[in-house]
């Protein structure tokens, strides 16, 4: 079984700060998607990131895959209370016709106004 | 694109009873549809890929006679929670993945908190 360990479990801060949210395992993933969920709802994607060394970004998020697609992080920049909520990565096998997601523990983010 | 729903969104009910929770893909087809079970502020844990047409396979722990699941089409699948007793109590939620899209990328419904009193 691939685990994805994810740091920090838990994270607040003051807005307009930044924060960074790493998602690492020891296994090769063939994609990784970050998810963010608010209570009572189911996590809504954010990113895919399928190639090794790959940077997206959406607005002030900023989306990183390792070069051996073993890791992945997520920076927030200035940080704003509407940034709150449970972030999600999940890593894709590279095989197996399930092609289950394997999740992180999640990390809780609050961002105090 | 990629729209799933669920429902109910809550439901509550007494112990013994079953509940039945769907799942739908509203704008594209399913071949495979998951199921997680979520305990606050935790991640989501899988219980079972739903395959349509075929029989649900179980992650291990998870008591299928306990925890039905049908994928009788393309755009549905159930999950029925039989005699449901109060330790069943969580937030369930369904994903279905879209085969048009090339990555493996899950499409989320929005849950269903179940009480059982």
């Known amino acids: 079984t691939q685990l994805l360990e994810q740091s920090p479990q838990f994270l607040s801060i003051q807005e307009g700060e930044n924060l960074t949210v790493y998602c690492n395992s020891s296994s090769v993933f063939s994609s990784l998607q970050w998810y963010r969920q608010e209570p009572g709802e189911g996590p809504v994607l954010l990113v895919t990131v399928v190639t090794g060394g790959e940077v997206k970004k959406l607005k002030r998020l900023t989306f990183q895959f390792g070069d051996a697609r073993k890791d992945s992080s997520l920076h927030i920049t200035a940080a704003q209370p509407g940034d709150t909520g449970l972030y999600l990565c999940a890593g894709a096998e590279s095989s197996g016709s399930a092609r289950q997601l394997t999740f992180g523990s999640g990390t809780q983010l609050t961002v105090l106004p | 694109g990629a729209v799933v729903s669920q429902h109910p969104s809550r439901v509550i009910c007494k112990s013994g009873t079953s509940v039945k929770i769907e799942c739908r893909s509203l704008?594209?087809?399913?071949?495979?549809m998951f199921w997680y079970r979520q305990f606050p502020k935790q991640s989501l844990m899988l219980m079972a890929t739903s395959n349509e047409g075929s029989k649900a396979t179980y992650e291990q722990g998870v008591e299928k006679d306990k925890f039905l699941i049908n994928h009788a089409s393309l755009t549905l699948s159930t999950l029925t929670v039989t005699s449901a007793h109060p330790e069943d109590s969580s937030f369930y939620i369904c994903?279905?993945?879209?085969?048009?899209?090339?990555?493996?990328?899950?499409?989320f419904g929005p849950g269903t908190r179940l009480t059982v009193l």
């Open positions: 994903s279905a993945r879209d085969p048009g899209r090339g990555v493996n990328e899950q499409f």
């Open positions: 704008d594209f087809q399913a071949t495979t």
